[in-house]
T-cell receptor, first 114, second 115 residues
Framework: AQSVAQPEDQVNVAEGNPLTVKCTYS??????LFWYVQYPNRGLQFLLK??????LVKGSYGFEAEFNKSQTSFHLKKPSALVSDSALYFC????????????FGTGTQLKVEL | EPEVTQTPSHQVTQMGQEVILRCVPI?????FYWYRQILGQKVEFLVS????????KSEIFDDQFSVERPDGSNFTLKIRSTKLEDSAMYFC?????????????FGEGSRLTVL
């Protein structure tokens, strides 16, 4: 069975500082990994994905994520946080071996303060 | 920009009543999904639908649930006899291709409250 862990319920960072939101995964086959963001009272918005290729993936709004196979991690990063980045972030995984469901983590609330 | 739309945004119902949640996926998408998010908990997969049939479903998606694509644009989730524990935000999503190569586009959700 596939699973995702987001070990931090909340991450606080000052505006202008780099941010990291952590994610680790478990799948039986090759992982297909995704990050989504949820603003209050809104649906989930796609940020970026890793399917294959370069381990550093760049996505929307200046976010990037690094796939690390040995550590089974896919941490979300941004070099300089903005207050407007404050939202709920979900990591998701799909087993590349079959099926088409995404399994989401529990989410990490990012709070960026002035 | 095309988007997934869901109605109603919020529905309150009595336990045991039937509920239908409606979704209009993005027009050229082929795969459709329902997920739910119980308050404060993670987003859970319910069902995926392709070529007019269920392609995968979770253990949550029991006989109380059904999905349908009644016409060329709508995709519905029916809960036959609601229970208190069905209270959640229900998200519809669609994708052009399998979610491993194409990202899912989500609607803004329908909040279901069962009393």
């Amino acid at each position: 069975a596939q699973s995702v862990a987001q070990p931090e319920d909340q991450v606080n960072v000052a505006e202008g500082n780099p941010l990291t939101v952590k994610c680790t995964y478990s799948v039986s086959g090759n992982p297909y990994l995704f990050w989504y963001v949820q603003y209050p009272n809104r649906g989930l918005q796609f940020l970026l994905k890793y399917i294959t290729g370069d381990n550093l993936v760049k996505g929307s709004y200046g976010f990037e994520a690094e796939f690390n196979k040995s550590q089974t991690s896919f941490h979300l990063k941004k070099p300089s946080a903005l207050v407007s980045d404050s939202a709920l972030y979900f990591c998701a995984v799909r087993d590349g071996g079959g099926g088409n469901k995404l399994t989401f983590g529990t989410g990490t609330q990012l709070k960026v303060e002035l | 920009e095309p988007e997934v739309t869901q109605t109603p945004s919020h529905q309150v119902t009595q336990m045991g009543q039937e509920v239908i949640l409606r979704c209009v996926p993005i027009s050229n998408h082929l795969y459709f999904y329902w997920y739910r998010q119980i308050l404060g908990q993670k987003v859970e997969f319910l069902v995926s639908f392709y070529n007019n049939e269920i392609s995968e479903k979770s253990e949550i998606f029991d006989d109380q649930f059904s999905v349908e694509r009644p016409d060329g644009s709508n995709f519905t989730l029916k809960i036959r006899s609601t229970k208190l524990e069905d209270s959640a935000m229900y998200f519809c999503a669609s994708s052009k291709a399998h979610s491993n190569t194409g990202e899912l586009f989500f609607g803004e959700g329908s909040r279901l409250t069962v009393l």
